[in-house]
């Protein structure tokens, strides 16, 4: 799966002031405006995104991001990192409190890159995935209101630039048709969508994990197979060596119980 700014699965942000301090959760907004440069600021955020694994260092880039938008709130690149690594930290986290908060801090920063660049991808895209890594923390109170408003980012990447992210807003829409089944969802709308764009970039992982599932819920176990054994051939570029690594985990589980 390519690089673009980031990455997520298909997949994204932040206050501490001494990194002794990081492991503590995401802090409020600071009432002071933050003075040092955003160009640092920035750079200190993404070192410790970069060690993401590790949930202090991307509780403090988060932190620091936050910290950046408070030095310029017109920052694109700031805004969109911030919905970025909001989403990661609201996924990792075991606190649903801290998680429905950073999701809102996520959701709200990609509002914000989208309308400062609208005709750019990386906020819409970020905002999508916030969306959606809400609607999967708590799928009873934001998973269907949240359907349209993933759509809405996701397709507007597609409109922009396929193949950003490595064309992971086709799994994004693809897993709602998955995750929707009970309420219209349809496992051949995600084959299709997925086929897309895995034609745009075949070593997106997270797409083949997906379009398994969705060949499993169209009893084509030999299809689902052959998409999952892929996974262990894909050679990840390595900043997605965290991701591919979870991604790999789950593909192993799912050939051990569904076959």
């Not at 933050?34 to 949930?55: G, M, S």
């Not at 938008?69 to 649903?96: C, H, I, M, P, V």
């Not at 895995?198 to 969705?214: G, Q, V």
Request: charged share 30%; aromatic share 8%; with cysteine.
């Amino acid at each position: 799966m390519k690089k673009v700014s980031f990455c997520t699965l298909i997949t994204v942000v932040f206050i501490v002031l001494t990194f002794g301090g990081c492991a503590s959760k995401v802090e409020s907004e600071p009432e002071v405006r933050e003075t040092a440069p955003v160009a640092d600021l920035l750079k200190e955020a993404e070192e410790n995104f970069k060690q993401r694994e590790d949930i202090a260092k991307l509780r403090h880039a988060v932190n620091v991001l936050k910290r950046a938008r408070s030095a310029d709130e017109k920052n694109y690149e700031a805004a969109w990192k911030l919905a970025q690594y909001s989403y990661f930290l609201g996924k990792a986290t075991n606190d649903d409190k801290e998680s429905e908060q950073i999701f809102a801090v996520g959701t709200n920063a990609g509002r914000v890159a989208s309308r400062l660049e609208p005709n750019r991808p990386e906020g819409h895209f970020w905002l999508g995935a916030a969306y959606g890594g809400e609607a999967e923390r708590f799928p009873f109170t934001k998973g269907l209101p949240n359907v349209e408003k993933i759509k809405e980012s996701m397709n507007r990447v597609i409109e922009i630039d396929p193949k950003f992210q490595g064309a992971t807003a086709f799994d994004a829409l693809a897993t709602i048709e998955i995750k929707t089944a009970s309420f219209g969802g349809k496992p051949e709308k995600a084959v299709e969508l997925l086929q897309k764009g895995l034609e745009l970039n075949p070593d997106n992982f997270l797409s083949r994990l997906n379009l398994a599932e969705a060949y499993l819920a169209l009893k084509q176990k030999d299809e689902a197979k052959k998409q999952l054994e892929m996974i262990f051939k894909i050679k990840p570029a390595p900043e997605l060596q965290p991701e591919y690594r979870e991604i790999e985990g789950k593909a192993r589980k799912m050939l051990e119980t569904k076959f």
